[in-house]
């Protein structure tokens, strides 16, 4: 049974560009999560969705940040217009229901030159 | 105040000890307790899960959860230079985790 898949592993993007991290939950799981860890900072709540929705973004960037869970495929996270700032670790994670634990991928590490 | 409160380290001890963890906590709904464990550059991978106060013990981990401190540990017997790593508690009341900013730790062997 695969875990959380999430790809790429790296990206390196220049100042303005667009950044797509993908996240295939684990089988079975129609709960996404999507955290970002920063240098020297802990894991932060970005966007919570379920299949076809957004449940709660609280934790996103209103501007130039989106995320997506279509019917088919794997969630997206979409950073229009990178700054420097952006760069981090982005983590994916997926539950099975909303009260089970959540398992983690292995990230995508994102670089903005 | 933060949230969720992990002494971040770093802690070293050698192979065979226990090390002790532990978190307190401020917000009074947190229902689900949960220990992760992060190696370097990689994603944190789920150690313990735990809902109600008292003991959970599976190897050598055992979580200890006490809600009316608002405290929570993590004890790793016969430590393993594998063990070393960065641990992170989180907690939740739905389903928005809130993390620690993780205790390093370092076995020697």
């Known amino acids: 049974n695969a875990g959380v898949m999430q790809n790429p592993r790296h990206l390196v993007r220049r100042r303005g560009q667009e950044a797509r991290l993908r996240c295939s939950p684990m089988?079975?799981?129609?709960?996404v999560y999507w955290y970002r860890q920063l240098p020297e900072e802990g894991l932060k709540f970005m966007v919570y969705l379920q299949k076809e929705n957004i449940i709660d973004e609280s934790g996103m960037p209103k501007e130039r940040f989106s995320a997506e869970f279509p019917k088919e495929g794997p969630s997206i996270l979409r950073i229009q217009q990178v700054v420097r700032g952006d760069s981090a670790a982005y983590f994916c994670?997926?539950?099975?229901?909303?009260?089970?634990?959540?398992?983690f991928g292995q990230g995508t590490r994102l670089t903005v030159v | 105040q933060k949230e969720v409160e992990q002494d971040p380290g770093p802690l070293s001890v050698p192979e065979g000890a226990i090390v002790s963890l532990n978190c307190t906590y401020s917000n009074s709904a947190f229902q689900y307790f949960m220990w992760y464990r992060q190696y370097s550059r990689k994603g944190p991978e789920l150690l313990m899960y735990t809902y109600s106060s008292g003991n959970k013990e599976d190897g050598r981990f055992t979580a200890q959860v006490d809600k009316s401190s608002k405290y929570i540990s993590l004890f790793i017997r016969d430590s393993q230079p594998s063990d070393s790593a960065t641990y992170l508690c989180?907690?939740?009341?739905?389903?928005?985790?809130?993390f620690g900013a993780g205790t390093t730790v370092t076995v020697r062997a």
């Open positions: 994670a997926s539950s099975a229901t909303v009260n089970t634990e959540a398992f």
């Open positions: 089988k079975g799981h129609s709960h």
């Open positions: 989180a907690m939740k009341d739905d389903y928005k985790l809130s």
